[in-house]
Nanobody, 121 residues
Framework: QVQLVESGGGLVQAGGSLRLSCAAS????????MGWFRQAPGKEREFVAT????????YYADSVKGRFTISRDNAKNTVYLQMNSPKPEDTALYYC??????????????WGQGTQVTVSS
């Protein structure tokens, strides 16, 4: 069982930076790949980034590649999403998830409650 709590969301200006954190409880954090997803009002949840259990590999949606960076600290049971040069279209509720290294939401069995990110132009 893994419980996830996101933090770090808020209002940021376009071109600024923001770091999201996701703290996990339980001893199985390092056994799970971690992912970030987002959902904007009126839109479906979409994949943002994922990282393998040991942090050795990452994968990003084309829309955030080169601007966002996913990382993890297994000693702290935490995964991060560094958001650089955010755009207004990045505005969404951001979720972290634990599961299999994948772009599909259905491959993740554990989800946080989400943290809101609003990017102003």
């Amino acid at each position: 069982q893994v419980q996830l709590v996101e933090s770090g969301g808020g209002l940021v200006q376009a071109g600024g930076s923001l770091r999201l954190s996701c703290a996990a409880s339980g001893r199985t954090f390092s056994n799970n790949a971690m992912g970030w997803f987002r959902q904007a009002p009126g839109k479906e949840r979409e994949f943002v980034a994922t990282i393998t259990r040991d942090g050795g590999a990452t994968y990003y949606a084309d829309s955030v590649k080169g601007r966002f960076t996913i990382s993890r600290d297994n000693a702290k049971n935490t995964v991060y999403l560094q958001m650089n040069s955010p755009k207004p279209e990045d505005t969404a509720l951001y979720y972290c998830a634990a599961g299999t290294y994948s772009v599909r939401a259905s491959d993740y069995g554990y989800w946080g409650q989400g943290t809101q990110v609003t990017v102003s132009s």
